[in-house]
């Protein structure tokens, strides 16, 4: 069965840095779109970044270009999310997903999701 484990969440303060990691089993990374989301408490889950697989375009949403990045390692079957110049506003449960359609994975349909890693930072 498809496996999304997320890490790399924890406190940090405003203007600092984090860098996400989802490690996948069980898919290949490099034939699939991988996306992150993110749900702030008592918000809808939103979308923060996504790679395509067959292009390698990348996608963000508005409040966080600029700062974040994603990337991925296809050898290590893994997807990262750097994340710099944090705001208390990222603060959120961070997840990674992944889908064999992009459209569908922008939206939030994605086939398989992790449990999500924690981020908070402090103003």
């Known amino acids: 069965q498809v496996q999304l484990v997320e890490s790399g969440g924890g406190l940090v303060q405003a203007g600092g840095s984090l860098r996400l990691s989802c490690a996948v089993s069980?898919?290949?990374?490099?034939?699939?779109?991988m996306a992150w989301f993110r749900q702030a408490p008592g918000k809808e889950r939103e979308f923060v970044a996504a790679?395509?697989?067959?292009?390698?375009?990348?996608q963000y949403a508005d409040p966080v270009k600029g700062r974040f990045t994603i990337s991925k390692d296809n050898a290590k079957n893994t997807v990262y999310l750097q994340m710099n110049n944090l705001e208390p506003t990222d603060t959120a449960i961070y997840s990674c997903?992944?889908?064999?359609?992009?459209?569908?994975?922008?939206?939030?349909?994605?086939?398989?999701w992790g449990q999500g890693t924690q981020v908070t930072v402090a103003s």
């Open positions: 790679i395509h697989w067959v292009l390698g375009s990348l």
């Open positions: 997903a992944t889908a064999g359609s992009f459209r569908e994975l922008v939206r939030g349909r994605g086939d398989y």
């Open positions: 069980e898919r290949s990374i490099s034939r699939y779109h």
